[in-house]
């Protein structure tokens, strides 16, 4: 399964960003999805999950009312939109497939990831 991040990019602070992750496999409609982000020195957080329904979502308290994970199974695509980013969202945004969790390991496949950078 493979796993393509697109939509990063430059924003300023207060702007707004979709995310998309497209899976080249139609059966990842049948399984969680996920995004991480990983800042420079820093180690790989969690953003937000979404179930195989998407009628469960999960957020990291810090994006949480910001942020929004949906998925269009018909397309294979998971978006996160990113509204009113700040600096510290800075980072490079990872898509993950095949999981349920707030831990990387608890996702099978990884995308490779997608940059996006705030500036105030």
């Known amino acids: 399964v493979q796993l393509v991040e697109s939509g990063g990019g430059l924003v300023q602070a207060g702007g707004s960003v979709r995310l998309s992750c497209a899976a080249s496999d139609r059966t990842e409609g049948t399984f969680g999805m996920g995004w991480f982000r990983q800042a420079p020195g820093k180690e790989r957080e969690f953003v937000a999950a979404?179930?195989?329904?998407?009628?469960?979502?999960n957020y990291t308290p810090s994006v949480k009312g910001r942020f929004i994970i949906s998925r269009d199974d018909g397309k294979n695509t998971v978006y996160l939109q990113m509204n009113s980013l700040k600096p510290e969202d800075t980072a490079t945004y990872y898509c993950?497939?095949?999981?349920?969790?707030?831990?990387?390991?608890?996702?099978?496949?990884w995308g490779q990831g997608t940059p996006v950078t705030v500036s105030s």
């Open positions: 979404i179930s195989w329904s998407g009628d469960s979502t």
């Open positions: 993950a497939g095949r999981g349920w969790g707030t831990n990387p390991w608890e996702f099978d496949y």
